[in-house]
């Protein structure tokens, strides 16, 4: 949560030291402290304190940015990939620290906080890899005498804009390529995970890179991002965040020319087959609909059950979720933390009141709980007797909500689970290779998930949906070159 005050102006706050700068044209700047960052465990625990930037500001590190662009896109790439594989090696030497830094500033739990270290790490020391492996194509000619090379060539600078639910591994996955094949980065992290994003950046500016070739902006959106969104020296732009920002940046970078790629939101179904192993089946839907908080793009929001095994399976989904524990992101034993802040909270509770008034059956949480601390603590909400077409199953709640949907038959699973206007991930649970080669062909989604929750993915292969969750090229692994490198196509007469 983010607290536009002094600590001491809350009420039983207790401080902590940690400062956070911005940091432009190879400078930290230091300005006077304007904001606090709030542990959504604690309420009266400050994680950090910080100075927003202003438009000014960010013109300043867009101009450092560009000037330090020619001699980063020319730089040895020995260079570049050991300095990518030094970042990742130091994150993840420091995975405990900041994987409760993680915790504790976002909600998740702590040894998801230390996993996603851990993969913010690899992704960096992946791209270490790849900045050795780019290559281009030497082609003949139609005519005679000439001679075709085909390179690609860094984009220029990089605007990079993150969402508050994967503070340390989505910076990683736009920061890493981004460095890799040549660009210089202005990065701006969501306001509501400022302390995970510097100490990323602390991180990357440690290795001791020329100035202006990373620049880190604390900042809002309406601010910070709208500068870096509409000013012509970005050349492309990163986002990911929800679909309403990702359409409105959408229109901004279509108007002035840039290059754009967005992932968005999800409303991922998880179908659930007559034929499908019970344990296999509940323990996708509760790691998908409710780790994290439920709080991640590729959350299986709408599981989708076949009519003969409908009952088994909500009996058994309670029976897990009674023994699941909310809590105190850091303490142990904790299954799932506390909603990220109010706002995300509200939006919780009005899906919840949304789903009812439409007629679905709450069978399972959906109230508030008090624990320890004082904190954003949902209990997990389970709904049956849901259609396809009510609110709560075609809008994106990003918390820890989930929906039963009963259907006849695969035929209706597969186009229930097609029938919204997102395409982030779709999965299966079943015992057959008929209906899983099927699923995977026809679900319209950009990733499918067989007998596997549909969050969970690996750094190294590509991430991205199709329909209104994601536009442009992919993200991660080799495919990450589309997006970070342009196409030059030279003829030589020979
Ligand atoms: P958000 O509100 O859209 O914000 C995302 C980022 O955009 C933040 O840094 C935000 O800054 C910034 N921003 C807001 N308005 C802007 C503007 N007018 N111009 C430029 N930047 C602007 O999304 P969120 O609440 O942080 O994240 C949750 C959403 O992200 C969910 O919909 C989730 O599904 C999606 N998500 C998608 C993926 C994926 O890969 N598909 C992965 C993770 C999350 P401030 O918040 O600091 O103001």
Redesign the pocket.
């Known amino acids: 949560m983010v607290v536009t005050l002094h600590y001491n102006q809350i009420k039983g706050a207790r401080k902590t030291m940690n400062r956070l700068h911005n940091y432009v044209g190879g400078e930290w700047i230091d300005q006077p402290v304007d904001s606090v960052d709030i542990n959504p465990s604690d309420v009266n625990d400050v994680v950090a304190e910080y100075t927003q930037a202003d438009a000014k500001l960010t013109l300043d590190a867009i101009g450092a940015a560009s000037s330090a662009a020619n001699d980063w896109a020319r730089s040895n790439i020995q260079m570049r990939s050991d300095i990518l594989d030094t970042i990742g090696n130091n994150i993840i030497a420091r995975k405990d620290e900041l994987g409760a830094v993680l915790s504790r500033e976002e909600g998740k739990t702590l040894p998801e906080g230390v996993g996603e270290v851990v993969r913010a790490g690899s992704v960096f020391k992946f791209f270490a890899g790849e900045v050795l492996r780019l290559t281009g194509d030497l082609v003949p000619s139609v005519r005679t005498s000439v001679d075709i090379e085909i390179t690609r060539e860094p984009v220029g600078v990089v605007g990079i804009?993150?969402?508050?639910?994967?503070p340390a591994a989505?910076p990683a996955w736009k920061i890493a390529p981004a460095l890799a094949f040549g660009n210089t980065v202005v990065f701006?992290?969501?306001?509501?995970v400022p302390a995970m994003a510097a100490e990323i950046a602390k991180i990357i500016v440690d290795v001791g890179l020329p100035p202006g070739v990373f620049n880190f902006l604390i900042g809002?959106?309406?601010e910070v991002?709208?500068t870096?969104?509409n000013d012509p020296r970005v050349n492309a732009i990163s986002?990911?965040?929800?679909?309403?920002?990702?359409q409105?940046?959408a229109k901004e970078a279509v108007a002035r020319m840039a290059k754009f790629q967005l992932?968005?939101?999800?409303k991922n179904p998880l179908v659930v087959m007559d034929d499908a192993d019970i344990d296999v089946a509940v323990n996708c839907a509760i790691n998908g609909a409710y780790f994290s908080t439920g709080q991640?793009?590729t959350a299986s929001s709408r599981l989708i059950v076949c009519k003969n095994i409908h009952d088994q399976f909500v009996k058994a989904m309670q029976d897990r979720l009674a023994n699941t524990v909310v809590d105190n992101a850091l303490k142990q034993g904790t299954h799932i933390g506390p909603v990220v802040d109010k706002n995300q909270l509200d939006q919780d509770l009005f899906y919840i009141e949304e789903a009812k008034k439409e007629g679905a059956k709450l069978i399972y949480g959906g109230n508030l709980l008090t624990r320890d601390t004082e904190g954003f603590y949902l209990e997990p909400a389970l709904f049956t007797e849901t259609e396809n077409n009510m609110k709560v199953n075609q809008e994106?709640v990003?918390g820890p909500v989930a929906t039963v949907i009963k259907v006849s038959d695969y035929d209706e699973a597969l186009a229930t689970a097609n029938a919204t206007n997102f395409g982030?991930s779709s999965g299966i649970v079943t015992k057959s290779l008929k209906y899983a080669s099927h699923f995977r062909k026809n679900a319209q989604a950009g990733m499918v998930m067989v007998n596997l929750p549909t969050a969970g993915v690996d750094y190294h292969v590509p991430?991205?949906?199709a329909k209104g969750?994601?536009y442009g090229a992919r993200e991660q692994g080799s495919y990450a070159k589309e997006f970070y490198t342009t196409v030059k196509t030279s003829y030589v007469s020979c």
Do not use: D, H, Y
Not at 188 to 192: D, E, I, N, R
Not at 263 to 266: D, K, Q, S
């Open positions: 804009i993150s969402p508050w639910n994967f989505i701006k992290p969501a306001t509501l809002k959106g309406s991002g709208n870096i969104v986002f990911t965040g929800s679909a309403a920002t990702g409105q940046i992932e968005m939101g999800g991640r793009c994106e990003f982030l991430f991205g949906g969750s994601s």
